[in-house]
């Protein structure tokens, strides 16, 4: 399995960037995808998640405090695909962003996946 992940760039304070990410190979089912960002010399952090629904439940997301009202995380299922909208962007926004995703290529099973980070500066 592979995660393209894409969409980063220079931005001024304020604007926006839409990141999207595209997993590939072998998947029976994307139980989760998300966004993560680090920047340097700090761990990395959740920015988004949407999970996958279930007979019994419907999917979900989740943000981090920080991106709340700002951000808005969605998924393209049928091509195995994951959104990240970036409004209202501040310089704090500026690290490396990650695409991650829990995929089953077997019943009962779910490994995660990264993909390459795609850089995202916003300049004040």
């Known amino acids: 399995v592979q995660l393209q992940a894409f969409g980063g760039g220079l931005v001024q304070a304020g604007g926006s960037l839409r990141l999207s990410c595209a997993a590939s190979?072998?998947?029976?089912?994307?139980?989760?995808m998300g966004w993560y960002r680090q920047a340097q010399g700090k761990q990395r952090e959740l920015v988004a998640l949407?999970?996958?629904?279930?007979?019994?439940?419907?999917?979900?997301?989740m943000y981090a405090d920080s991106v709340k009202g700002r951000f808005t995380i969605s998924r393209y299922n049928a091509k195995n695909m994951v959104y990240l909208q970036m409004n209202s962007l501040k310089p704090k926004d500026t690290p490396d962003y990650f695409c991650e995703a829990k995929i089953s290529d077997n019943p009962g099973d779910s490994y995660d996946y990264w993909g390459r980070g795609t850089q995202v500066t916003v300049s004040s």
């Open positions: 190979g072998s998947i029976l089912r994307v139980n989760a």
């Open positions: 949407h999970t996958t629904g279930t007979m019994l439940t419907d999917d979900s997301t």
